[in-house]
């Protein structure tokens, strides 16, 4: 039997949401969907995702201070986060890998970029 990698997609886009899910919808992966950031920390506890694709600007919260309550969670600070955002200045990047972030990717991303990245991610375990 394969286990399945579940990743976990926090963006308000529907469209990442679509180009994720069918970039991503192979045996190995089992997608978690949330549109906004309201409860995702309880969700995260709840799923135990493999992987977190995090949005920097959601409608409710932001995705900045997810990455830091994840990362200071004893229960999910090992969950590997993929930090996704318009926001592309090298700046913005630095900090995102300084609050917790495995890796930073700007938007657009080819979705076969971002499977390689996943598959990456998820086999480090």
Same mark, same amino acid.
């Given at each position: ?34 549109? @906004? &950031?309201? =409860?995702?920390?309880?969700? !995260? ?7 977190? #694709?995090?949005?920097? +600007? %959601?409608?409710?919260? @932001? &995705?900045? =201070?997810?990455?830091?309550? !994840? ?7 090992? #969950?590997?986060?993929? +930090? %996704? ?41």
């Amino acid at each position: 039997m394969v286990v399945k990698k579940k990743i976990f997609i926090v963006d308000d886009d529907v469209i990442i949401h679509e180009t994720f899910n069918a970039a991503l919808s192979s045996e190995e992966f089992e997608i978690i969907h949330a549109y @906004d &950031g309201q =409860d995702v920390i309880e969700r !995260i506890e709840n799923e135990r995702p493999d992987l977190i #694709i995090l949005d920097i +600007m %959601l409608p409710i919260g @932001d &995705g900045r =201070d997810i990455c830091r309550d !994840i990362r200071e969670n004893p229960k999910t600070k090992n #969950i590997k986060i993929l +930090m %996704l955002s318009a926001k592309s200045k090298h700046h913005e990047r630095i900090q995102g890998l300084e609050i917790g972030a495995d890796d930073y990717v700007t938007k657009p991303i080819n979705p076969l970029l971002l499977v390689n990245k996943i598959r990456r991610m998820c086999i480090k375990d």
